[in-house]
């Protein structure tokens, strides 16, 4: 974990990184198959970690959990099991876990695809370099707003993303054959997923 974590911070480019990401955003959508959105997104996360970021599992949980909760509120389909007035619809159930996982996905594929060392040519690649540099600061921060003391916790977490955007030294500036292989064995994963659910649509 830790070799392959070195490989993809500091041998691969973020430009090819970010490429990589948007491939596999694509195959992710392609994806008809829901327990094999399931394993894309499992993949996603493991992704995510591998380029250093910081994952609360029970987190995303609650955020698949409550989307389904909210689609299940809409009967639709044949009715799984009736919990007192409140029917579980089959339906209502998929769609609650497809848009949950869907959405977990695309949060794990953007923390594995943006990076604080984007480069952008030109003045408006400076600036969107800089919005994605804000925005990779702050999801990997370890700091959260406190209810207690709101203000005062936004503006650590504030203060926390403005030291941590200058670019690291060691930022590679071209990808590695290991790099590019890494990369390369990451989209061959998800378009065999992907494949194999337009192949066996049973699944």
């Excluded at 925005?135 to 926390?160: G, K, V, W």
Aim: aromatic fraction near 10%.
């Amino acid at each position: 974990m830790n070799k392959l974590q070195t490989i993809l911070l500091h041998e691969t480019h973020p430009i090819e990184a970010l490429f990589t990401g948007i491939l596999v955003f694509l195959l992710f959508l392609a994806q008809p198959s829901l327990p094999l959105r399931a394993v894309h997104t499992g993949i996603l996360a493991f992704m995510a970690v591998l380029s250093g970021k910081r994952l609360k599992t029970g987190y995303f949980i609650l955020f698949v959990g409550g989307i389904t909760f909210f689609q299940l509120l809409i009967p639709r389909g044949k009715v799984l099991l009736e919990l007192g007035p409140f029917p579980v619809t089959e339906e209502a159930l998929l769609v609650g876990l497809e848009k949950g996982l869907t959405l977990c996905g695309l949060i794990f594929l953007s923390l594995f695809s943006v990076r604080k060392d984007l480069p952008l040519p030109g003045r408006l690649g400076t600036y969107f370099s800089r919005v994605f540099g804000y925005y990779a600061a702050l999801m990997s921060t370890r700091d959260r707003i406190s209810l207690r003391h709101p203000l005062e916790s936004i503006d650590r977490i504030l203060l926390h993303t403005a030291s941590s955007l200058p670019p690291s030294p060691d930022a590679p500036t071209r990808s590695t054959l290991r790099g590019r292989m890494l990369l390369a064995i990451l989209i061959l994963f998800h378009t065999a997923l992907t494949s194999l659910g337009w192949i066996i649509p049973e699944i």
